[in-house]
């Protein structure tokens, strides 16, 4: 009888620098992550192989007081889970959370074989079903029973995964993301990102670039036949490398390969070797074992951030002078880059967000806002085509009534076209995100919005313009792209985040997510600075995915504390929504997940 499977294998060894601007000696991080994979193909012995593995590797790490970083497949998990719960109950028992492994998994069509790249919607729903219903080894999905991240979040691990793995679009990468996921790996091998230190979707990918790799043959070379001394190798790296940058050390059991053509006596050599490998990380003074969430201590978390009037004034000029550069075709730039003592990033969507509210303010006060808030949200979903335009300039005034009314009714991704003015065709994206740069520009040096000049903009990034490797739907997402900030003073294992005091609105991720029928909503409402009033103009509202209003949840004058809805979804169809706070000065959305 065959059975799926998964295995322990192809084993990866590399070390990444990153670069900081401050100076301090740094441990040199270590990482395991271990991928379980699955095919209907496979033999019973070969899934008993990959099982006892998996449940050697846990016993291996807690042995050495290590934890590592464990990827399943919906087909690997949910094999686990029927055949052998006793290596679940060991994660649960030693608190091992869980991550979704890659979407090039068998069987066929897998996940990438689903996406098109030429309907957003369209592959965010093949991709949807496939993550909640059940998949049989004949490729049927039965929605009549749970299958896919829908069952590991709900039913095998009951809890949200950490990250997800590589090969995939940015359709697949947002599945993902609604399902609890908030870290991904492969952003520059599987989509042609200029990096692999970088927020993409608003998810931070884990850097594994192959600066220093051993491959398979290597390591069985070093564990079966010592012509190559690996710890050799990691000592002397660490002994040259520039400890004043982030520096990080992979080993990565991967694919069902590693196993094969090895006898009993082979694969226990290869589990000593495997074994003196984890002491010297565990006993090595100048290595700092860490797990996937302790990535979230070493960056600065930039998915939502407050940006002052004078460093969105310098990202303007950037951008303009960035556009006005680029020609045949004009194109956007990747990020933008503010200058200062520190790196400073903002994405695409960033600036259009900041651009667009801040146009709003004025043309409510006649002011700019003195700081704005950006928003996790999605660059453009639809690829456009326009005419040429026929006109050269267009009224700032314009300009700035368009963005007022777009940012009333911005929900959860750039609009790809609006009207600006009448007779003239449409405004793609890029377009009006240059000729809002412009507007604020002239209000901030010269008070007015005056005259702003158009051009015929491309709306994929100068990077992403040409790039083979990301369908046209994840081109248009380089709009989220921007690099990783990391922390001058990172603490490994201590939540920074829930530490913190907000002293500024905060909307958090509804919990729990997916959910049915209700789910509690938290914000917070900061003090207001002398003289500015003692409560704020509130608004929580509840869109469905074409961004009509389904629900008003607040609509009140709140004084400053931290408040919690509770939203039922008894008498609404399962599916994807949006919640928005608004307040005079602050605007989020996030989504959830209604699932029945």
């Not at 969430?293 to 407050?306: A, E, K, M, T």
């Not at 917070?524 to 869109?543: C, D």
Request: hydrophobic fraction near 40%; aromatic fraction near 12%; charged fraction near 15%.
């Amino acid at each position: 009888m065959k059975k799926p499977i998964f295995i322990f294998a192809l084993l990866f060894v590399f070390i990444l620098t990153i670069s900081p601007v401050w100076s301090q000696t740094r441990p040199v991080y270590f990482l395991v992550p271990y991928n379980t994979n699955y095919d209907c193909n496979w033999s019973s012995s070969q899934l008993d192989t990959n099982a006892a593995s998996l449940l050697r590797h846990i016993q291996l790490m807690s042995k050495h007081n290590l934890s590592g970083n464990y990827y399943f497949t919906g087909l690997s998990a949910d094999y686990f889970y029927t055949y052998h719960r006793e290596i679940l109950d060991t994660m649960r028992r030693y608190n091992l959370p869980y991550s979704h492994h890659g979407a090039n998994r068998p069987p066929n069509p897998s996940p990438i074989m689903r996406v098109r790249g030429l309907y957003w919607n369209a592959d965010v729903d093949s991709i949807w079903r496939y993550e909640k219903d059940s998949l049989r080894c004949n490729v049927t999905l039965d929605s009549t029973r749970i299958g896919g991240l829908k069952k590991m979040q709900q039913v095998i691990f009951k809890a949200n995964p950490v990250s997800t793995g590589r090969f995939f679009q940015a359709s697949i990468l947002y599945v993902t993301k609604l399902y609890g996921a908030s870290q991904m790996v492969g952003l520059k091998g599987n989509t042609g990102g200029p990096s692999e230190r970088a927020w993409f979707l608003g998810m931070l990918n884990r850097p594994d670039s192959t600066g220093w790799s051993i491959s398979p043959e290597q390591f069985k070379a070093w564990a079966l036949y010592n012509t190559f001394d690996l710890i050799r190798h990691l000592d002397i790296l660490i002994q040259n490398c520039d400890r004043t940058k982030f520096n990080f050390i992979t080993i990565l059991m991967h694919d069902s390969d590693f196993w094969l053509g090895l006898t009993q006596s082979q694969k226990n050599l290869v589990w000593t070797y495997y074994d003196s490998l984890m002491s010297w990380a565990k006993n090595n003074s100048q290595i700092q074992p860490i797990v996937l969430s302790d990535l979230w201590n070493l960056v600065i978390d930039d998915r939502v951030r407050n940006v002052s009037k004078s460093n969105l004034s310098v990202a303007v000029d950037t951008a303009i002078s960035i556009i006005e550069r680029n020609t045949s075709p004009f194109s956007l730039p990747t990020y933008i880059n503010i200058p200062g003592a520190e790196p400073d990033y903002l994405s695409l969507v960033d600036l259009y967000v900041l651009l667009l509210h801040s146009l709003r303010a004025y043309n409510s006060t006649g002011q700019l806002p003195n700081s704005f808030s950006t928003r996790d949200i999605l660059g453009p979903t639809i690829r456009t085509s326009l005419a040429a335009l026929t006109l050269s300039n267009l009224s700032g005034t314009s300009v700035v009534q368009a963005a007022s009314v777009v940012a009333d009714t911005l929900i959860n991704s750039i609009p790809h076209t609006l009207s600006v003015f009448p007779g003239m065709r449409e405004l793609d994206a890029s377009e009006f995100l240059y000729t809002m740069a412009q507007v604020y520009r002239n209000i901030y040096r010269n008070g007015n919005p005056q005259t702003v000049r158009l051009k015929d903009i491309s709306p994929y990034t100068s990077q992403s313009l040409n790039n083979t490797s990301a369908d046209s739907l994840t081109k248009l997402q380089f709009w989220t792209y921007k690099p990783v900030r990391w922390r001058t003073s990172p603490t490994v294992g201590i939540n920074n985040e829930q530490n913190q005091i907000p002293v500024n609105f905060v909307l958090y991720q509804n919990y729990p997510n997916p959910f049915n029928p209700t789910t509690k909503m938290s914000f917070v409402i900061p003090a207001r600075p002398a003289g500015g009033g003692h409560s704020s103009l509130v608004s929580l509202k509840v869109f469905d995915v074409l961004g009509r209003e389904v629900v008003t949840l607040v609509n009140d004058e709140l004084p400053a504390g931290r408040y919690e809805k509770v939203f039922d979804a008894t008498n609404f169809a399962s599916g994807v929504y949006f919640y928005r706070l608004t307040t005079p000065t602050f605007f989020q959305t996030k989504s959830m997940v209604v699932m029945k």
